[in-house]
T-cell receptor, first 110, second 113 residues
Framework: NAGVTQTPKFRILKIGQSMTLQCTQDMNHNYMYWYRQDPGMGLKLIYY???????DKGEVPNGYNVSRSTTEDFPLRLELAAPSQTSVYFC?????????FGSGTRLTVV | GNSVTQMEGPVTLSEEAFLTINCTYTATGYPSLFWYVQYPGEGLQLLLKATKADDKGSNKGFEATYRKETTSFHLEKGSVQVSDSAVYFC????????????FGPGTSLSVIP
């Protein structure tokens, strides 16, 4: 099925470890986004991209990095995991008619 | 700046009750407005949208009308079902150079039999 695919679905990290959350879309959307969702807090934008090679910071970029080498892929990198990064992470893509979201990655940092 | 405000939850209703979830926004110009729904353990899904004043978005029995004069986009359904239990997010998109959407905090709805 077409859409946004995120991996992994669950992950437990130790403080100081690093990891990459993968996101791939097959709808040829130019715009892609990473959000984090904390309980009762809605969604906060971490980074976004308007096309391959172009990325920019959102509301809460500290502790994260992104790259966009292709239209399809938009990985999110955590370099030094901290407990404050425990959250559910959603990737999304769009082409002006509304977002398509992935199913999320639940990350716990201990 | 742009923002979206929603009524606080959680909201608990009996099956077949009438649902209203209030949403108001602050934005310059004429944003597009959306409602997204998140079922337990899933990502958000677009429920309905409206792109200009007085437009009515509708889907799966849900409706919302874009009211420019009151800067509102309230979500309504005449008869809720248990399967409607989810978190509902109101959102707006400014017609800027990129497709950035601003989400409200979400309203949790529980429908009991």
């Amino acid at each position: 099925n077409a859409g946004v695919t995120q991996t992994p679905k669950f992950r437990i990290l130790k403080i100081g470890q690093s990891m990459t959350l993968q996101c791939t879309q097959d709808m040829n959307h130019n715009y892609m986004y990473w959000y984090r969702q904390d309980p009762g807090m809605g969604l906060k934008l971490i980074y976004y991209s308007v096309g391959a090679g172009i990325t920019d910071k959102g509301e809460v970029p500290n502790g994260y990095n992104v790259s966009r080498s292709t239209t399809e892929d938009f990985p999110l990198r955590l370099e030094l995991a901290a407990p404050s990064q425990t959250s559910v992470y959603f990737c999304a893509s769009s082409r002006l008619n509304g977002y398509t979201f992935g199913s999320g990655t639940r990350l716990t940092v201990v | 700046g742009n923002s979206v405000t929603q009524m606080e939850g959680p909201v608990t209703l009996s099956e077949e009750a009438f649902l209203t979830i209030n949403c108001t926004y602050t934005a310059t110009g004429y944003p597009s407005l959306f409602w997204y729904v998140q079922y337990p353990g899933e990502g958000l899904q677009l429920l309905l949208k409206a792109t200009k004043a007085d437009d009515k978005g509708s889907n799966k029995g849900f409706e919302a009308t874009y009211r420019k004069e009151t800067t509102s986009f309230h979500l309504e359904k005449g008869s809720v079902q248990v399967s409607d239990s989810a978190v509902y997010f109101c959102a707006l998109r400014q017609k800027t150079s990129y497709d950035k959407v601003i989400f409200g905090p979400g309203t949790s709805l529980s429908v009991i039999p």
